[in-house]
């Protein structure tokens, strides 16, 4: 299993930016999928996810209406579309699976910062 994340930056308060999810070495377009973020001293915490053949999602109270998670199963990859930034969405974000493939098993994320 290997999941990358990439699309992070620098980003300026109300700006936006799209994270991408490359996912191998399982059966990508049978798993729901999640996006994580884990700011400085805090816990990983669920930001968004989406089911196998990307009808159904969901998201955390504080990204809904600013966030939208996709998915291309063709191209084993998923998206994060991140609109309206505020500095409190500065963080490292992850994905995986859902349910895990490999249990304790996360990429190297990517690094989200908000700041003006």
């Known amino acids: 299993v290997q999941l990358v994340e990439s699309g992070g930056g620098l980003v300026q308060p109300g700006g936006s930016l799209r994270l991408s999810c490359a996912a191998s070495g399982f059966t990508f377009s049978t798993y729901g999928m999640n996006w994580y973020r884990q700011a400085p001293g805090k816990e990983r915490e669920l930001v968004a996810t989406?089911?196998?053949?990307?009808?159904?999602?969901d998201y955390a109270g504080s990204v809904k209406g600013r966030f939208t998670i996709s998915r291309d199963n063709a191209k084993n990859t998923m998206y994060l579309l991140m609109n309206s930034l505020k500095p409190e969405d500065t963080a490292v974000y992850y994905c995986n699976a859902n349910p895990r493939v490999v249990p304790y098993y996360w990429g190297q994320g990517t690094q989200v910062t908000v700041s003006s």
């Open positions: 989406i089911s196998s053949g990307g009808v159904s999602t």
